[in-house]
């Protein structure tokens, strides 16, 4: 492969601290996407959070296990399908002029000017993979490697477990790595550099960021003057959603009578099911009754901020 970035460090000479260190230090693959607002899972905020150390290094799940296990087996399948030879990279790579811009690549293709993305996704991935249909965090990634390391093209390889096992193509493309550069470099400059978080979307990660933000509480009441109209509005939609939701739980049992004893019933519009459903739950107050010492060992308390809206009554 031949590239134009730099070697940053070997990656078999660091340790799992080493490795997290300099990944909080600059900005992957996968940042490119939170910072395009492409990640569904993670916002602007807590990739902030996270490059300034204030967020716990992320534990490793069984979708974390699941793919690191099997990278080395989608990359033999991508060999087979694609008849190309890949090799592991070894490195963290960087980009030569714009530093803070680092690319963990699974592999590399030989003899060719590219690479391979691994990923490895579940049936509940909506995605049309046969139809070509790539998650945009995805294409964002790999374009995130392609303006680093200067190579070609990326592969990308998934497999979507007890579904199917598909590869695609993505070319570089100029335009886009020069915007993907510049939406980098805004986030590196203007909110790590300069220690100014980004505004918090209102996500449940992104106010939970804020609590690592602003740890301590202040009885000083803040002037939210430049932002009443936003108070507004939001008590407005809140009254909007609540009537919205009154309506369709009416039409929710007009059609629960409608159905009667039957499980099904169907009209030009669509289909109505209305089948018994077992659910399983745990009683916790009977749970730490019985078993106070395993209620103790299970249990967990987390701290987090609240954001509640309270509308003024009778105001003049």
Same mark, same amino acid.
């Given at each position: 492969?031949?590239?134009?970035?730099?070697?940053?460090?070997?990656?078999? !000479?660091?340790?799992?601290?080493?490795?997290?260190?300099?990944?909080? $230090?600059?900005?992957?693959?996968? !940042?490119?996407?939170?910072?395009?607002?492409?990640?569904?899972?993670?916002?602007?905020?807590?990739?902030?959070?996270?490059?300034?150390?204030? =967020?716990?290094?992320?534990?490793?799940?069984?979708?974390?296990? =699941?793919?690191?296990?099997?990278?080395?087996?989608?990359?033999r399948r991508f060999s087979e399908a694609a008849g190309k030879t890949v090799k592991r990279s070894g490195y963290m790579w960087q980009h030569p002029d714009h530093r803070f811009m680092t690319a963990n690549i699974d592999r590399e293709i030989v003899g060719e000017n590219a690479l391979l993305e691994c990923k490895t996704t579940s049936i509940m991935n909506r995605h049309h993979?046969?139809?070509?249909?790539?998650?945009?965090?995805?294409?964002?990634?790999?374009?995130?490697?392609?303006?680093?390391?200067?190579?070609d093209r990326a592969y990308l390889a998934v497999l979507v477990l007890n579904r199917g096992f598909y590869w695609y193509v993505i070319e570089r493309d100029e335009n886009e790595i020069e915007s993907l550069i510049q939406a980098e470099t805004d986030f590196w400059k203007k909110h790590i550099e300069a220690d100014i978080p980004p505004v918090a979307d209102g996500s449940d990660g992104s106010l939970n960021a804020l609590g690592r933000l602003y740890p301590e509480k202040s009885s000083v009441t803040a002037d939210i003057r430049d932002y009443c109209g936003d108070v507004e509005r939001y008590i407005d939609i809140g009254r909007l959603i609540k009537k919205l939701e009154a309506e369709k739980t009416g039409i929710k049992g007009r059609l629960a009578s409608a159905l009667g004893e039957s499980e099904k019933g169907e009209?030009?519009?669509?289909?109505?099911?209305?089948?018994?459903?077992?659910?399983?739950? @745990?009683?916790?107050?009977?749970?730490?009754?019985?078993?106070? !010492? @395993?209620?103790? $060992? @299970?249990s967990e308390t987390k701290v987090s901020r609240v954001l509640k809206i309270t509308e003024r009554k009778n105001l003049k």
């Amino acid at each position: 492969m031949k590239t134009q970035a730099i070697r940053k460090a070997k990656l078999k !000479d660091l340790s799992q601290e080493a490795w997290r260190r300099l990944r909080r $230090e600059s900005i992957g693959g996968s !940042d490119a996407a939170v910072i395009m607002g492409l990640n569904p899972w993670k916002s602007r905020l807590e990739l902030y959070c996270d490059k300034k150390g204030l =967020l716990e290094d992320a534990r490793e799940n069984e979708a974390i296990r =699941l793919g690191s296990d099997l990278e080395d087996y989608v990359a033999r399948r991508f060999s087979e399908a694609a008849g190309k030879t890949v090799k592991r990279s070894g490195y963290m790579w960087q980009h030569p002029d714009h530093r803070f811009m680092t690319a963990n690549i699974d592999r590399e293709i030989v003899g060719e000017n590219a690479l391979l993305e691994c990923k490895t996704t579940s049936i509940m991935n909506r995605h049309h993979f046969a139809g070509g249909d790539i998650p945009l965090q995805y294409y964002v990634q790999c374009m995130h490697y392609l303006a680093v390391t200067g190579c070609d093209r990326a592969y990308l390889a998934v497999l979507v477990l007890n579904r199917g096992f598909y590869w695609y193509v993505i070319e570089r493309d100029e335009n886009e790595i020069e915007s993907l550069i510049q939406a980098e470099t805004d986030f590196w400059k203007k909110h790590i550099e300069a220690d100014i978080p980004p505004v918090a979307d209102g996500s449940d990660g992104s106010l939970n960021a804020l609590g690592r933000l602003y740890p301590e509480k202040s009885s000083v009441t803040a002037d939210i003057r430049d932002y009443c109209g936003d108070v507004e509005r939001y008590i407005d939609i809140g009254r909007l959603i609540k009537k919205l939701e009154a309506e369709k739980t009416g039409i929710k049992g007009r059609l629960a009578s409608a159905l009667g004893e039957s499980e099904k019933g169907e009209c030009a519009a669509g289909i109505v099911s209305f089948l018994p459903v077992a659910r399983t739950s @745990v009683n916790k107050d009977k749970l730490k009754e019985l078993y106070p !010492d @395993v209620y103790a $060992e @299970v249990s967990e308390t987390k701290v987090s901020r609240v954001l509640k809206i309270t509308e003024r009554k009778n105001l003049k």
